[in-house]
């Protein structure tokens, strides 16, 4: 092959690939209220899943499962802690390799719905936010708002994260087809419309000003007023308490025309420690999607595969509600990604609007049976702090995990009493956010959650 032959093909070639690329939109169709792709109507039905909390050997596995459900989209969040561990340094690798797991969403032929934050909630620790932003106390810096300090971290955060994504966008050949701005940001107390005004202009600012922005909040009034912003489509979260006539009309007042979007349809909920598991009937979730798939709405299920909160990865609801280790959510996935009676029931469903794929549903892994674990008892963790600790530091008083350079897992406060009987004493300790433990010696005197 000569050299001229070779120039032209390779012309031919980028050629072929730009009209493949100019064929690929979405886009609003606002005055026939829906989504358009590729130039026809279209309606996604969505799950959500957080590639943070199914280890990656596994992602393929589940992505398939929600497939042969039915959906044609997935939902993710993008948790900024994960991804910059300390100031100015990122981790895309290896678990944390988003990109891998959006082209394989790809492959197996999902659109996706990103929720890039910064704060995404989840019910993950500090709702996907670093626990750096806190080094230097609150006093510092106002979170989930536009005060310089946090806004800094943020456009830094952003500037590294946003044309890693670029490629990933459809218009690009991507599978991403819209973006969120923030999240249910109108239940936040701040309601800094000055926040998610850069907000959105930073993603237009990278994404360009043809990518579908969003915002989602729960169908009230106030909370819509605070959580939407001009430039970004307005949707809504529901479950099966809140009527769908009555949750998209007050989408309607904020967002006249366009599709109705349901972006958080619970068809579970979440756990707290020492509650029971939530469940929510299957029989109520159909009742509603049906109802919402013949109003013609776009729904996401959230979650559809709830998964693991790995670590110390798991959130806590105010005051101080605890979520455990299990995500599982009472999703049509379960947590180890077992096809449910909720999940045929949902993929019977929606086989009513949609055309199922021709896939088989896939089989429920065989369990590994242990039977009894017998723990050996070996030394007081008391005893092993100073061999498990990798610093200890003197301080006046007692400081914050932050303050000391500590993101997660455990600090003992240790001192010297003066006097040590203590009866009758009162020790005032302000500011436990998960538990805390009082003890004299060995002997426990107090615990705190």
């Given at each position: 092959?000569?050299l001229?032959?070779?120039?032209l093909?390779s012309?031919l070639?980028s050629i072929?690939?730009?009209f493949?690329?100019?064929?690929?939109?979405?886009?609003?169709d606002?005055?026939?209220?829906?989504?358009?792709k590729?130039?026809k109507p279209?309606?996604y039905?969505s799950?959500s899943?957080?590639p943070?909390?199914?280890?990656k050997?596994l992602?393929e596995d589940?992505?398939r499962?929600?497939?042969?459900g039915?959906?044609?989209?997935?939902?993710i969040y993008?948790?900024?802690?994960e991804h910059e561990?300390?100031?100015?340094?990122?981790?895309f690798?290896?678990?944390?390799n988003?990109?891998e797991?959006?082209?394989?969403?790809?492959?197996?032929g999902?659109?996706v719905?990103l929720?890039?934050?910064?704060?995404v909630?989840a019910?993950?620790?500090?709702g996907g936010?670093?626990?750096?932003?806190?080094?230097?106390g609150t006093?510092?810096?106002?979170?989930?708002?536009?005060?310089e300090?946090y806004?800094?971290?943020?456009?830094?955060?952003?500037?590294v994260?946003?044309?890693k994504?670029t490629?990933?966008?459809?218009?690009?050949?991507?599978p991403?087809?819209?973006?969120?701005?923030e999240?249910e940001?109108?239940?936040?107390?701040?309601?800094?419309?000055k926040?998610?005004?850069?907000l959105r202009?930073?993603f237009?600012?990278y994404f360009g000003?043809?990518t579908i922005l969003?915002?989602?909040?729960?169908?009230?009034?106030?909370g819509?007023?605070c959580g939407?912003v001009d430039g970004a489509?307005a949707?809504?979260?529901?479950?099966?308490?809140i009527?769908p006539?009555?949750?998209?009309e007050?989408?309607?007042?904020?967002?006249?025309s366009?599709?109705l979007?349901?972006?958080?349809?619970?068809p579970g909920?979440?756990?707290?420690w020492g509650?029971?598991?939530?469940k929510?009937?299957?029989?109520?979730i159909?009742k509603s999607?049906?109802?919402?798939l013949?109003m013609?709405?776009?729904v996401n299920?959230?979650m559809?595969f709830?998964?693991?909160?790995?670590g110390?990865?798991?959130g806590a609801d105010?005051p101080?509600?605890?979520?455990p280790t299990?995500y599982?959510?009472?999703a049509?996935l379960?947590?180890?990604a077992?096809?449910?009676?909720k999940?045929?029931?949902i993929?019977?469903?929606?086989?009513k609007y949609?055309?199922?794929?021709?896939d088989?549903?896939?089989?429920?892994?065989?369990?590994l049976?242990?039977?009894?674990v017998?723990?050996?008892?070996h030394?007081p963790?008391i005893?092993?702090v100073n061999?498990?600790s990798y610093k200890?530091v003197?301080t006046l008083?007692?400081s914050?995990?932050e303050?000391?350079g500590?993101?997660?897992g455990?600090v003992?406060y240790k001192?010297?009493?003066d006097d040590?009987?203590?009866?009758?004493?009162?020790?005032?300790?302000?500011g436990i956010?998960d538990?805390?433990?009082?003890m004299i010696g060995?002997?426990?005197i107090?615990?705190k959650?």
């Amino acid at each position: 092959m000569n050299l001229i032959t070779k120039i032209l093909l390779s012309f031919l070639a980028s050629i072929l690939i730009e009209f493949s690329l100019s064929d690929r939109s979405f886009y609003i169709d606002y005055d026939n209220d829906t989504f358009v792709k590729d130039s026809k109507p279209f309606r996604y039905i969505s799950g959500s899943i957080h590639p943070y909390r199914v280890p990656k050997q596994l992602w393929e596995d589940r992505l398939r499962k929600m497939w042969t459900g039915g959906l044609n989209a997935i939902q993710i969040y993008i948790f900024w802690n994960e991804h910059e561990p300390q100031p100015g340094v990122y981790d895309f690798e290896g678990q944390n390799n988003i990109f891998e797991f959006l082209e394989l969403a790809q492959k197996i032929g999902f659109v996706v719905v990103l929720r890039p934050g910064p704060y995404v909630c989840a019910e993950h620790d500090y709702g996907g936010l670093p626990w750096w932003l806190l080094a230097n106390g609150t006093e510092t810096i106002v979170p989930r708002s536009s005060e310089e300090n946090y806004m800094n971290a943020v456009r830094r955060y952003f500037g590294v994260l946003l044309p890693k994504l670029t490629p990933y966008l459809y218009k690009n050949g991507g599978p991403i087809i819209t973006v969120q701005v923030e999240n249910e940001y109108g239940s936040y107390y701040t309601c800094d419309k000055k926040y998610t005004g850069e907000l959105r202009d930073l993603f237009k600012l990278y994404f360009g000003n043809d990518t579908i922005l969003f915002t989602t909040d729960p169908p009230r009034v106030l909370g819509l007023t605070c959580g939407t912003v001009d430039g970004a489509y307005a949707t809504v979260d529901f479950g099966v308490s809140i009527s769908p006539d009555d949750a998209f009309e007050k989408q309607r007042k904020f967002s006249k025309s366009g599709p109705l979007v349901n972006s958080e349809f619970y068809p579970g909920w979440l756990d707290f420690w020492g509650t029971p598991h939530q469940k929510v009937p299957t029989d109520q979730i159909l009742k509603s999607f049906h109802k919402q798939l013949d109003m013609g709405a776009n729904v996401n299920f959230y979650m559809y595969f709830g998964g693991t909160n790995f670590g110390f990865s798991n959130g806590a609801d105010p005051p101080y509600l605890a979520e455990p280790t299990s995500y599982d959510y009472d999703a049509p996935l379960s947590e180890p990604a077992d096809i449910t009676n909720k999940y045929l029931a949902i993929r019977d469903s929606i086989s009513k609007y949609a055309p199922l794929p021709p896939d088989p549903i896939p089989v429920n892994s065989t369990k590994l049976a242990l039977g009894k674990v017998q723990l050996q008892y070996h030394v007081p963790l008391i005893d092993a702090v100073n061999e498990f600790s990798y610093k200890c530091v003197d301080t006046l008083n007692p400081s914050t995990f932050e303050k000391l350079g500590q993101g997660y897992g455990f600090v003992v406060y240790k001192t010297t009493l003066d006097d040590p009987n203590v009866d009758g004493k009162i020790l005032s300790i302000n500011g436990i956010r998960d538990r805390g433990y009082v003890m004299i010696g060995p002997v426990k005197i107090y615990s705190k959650i």
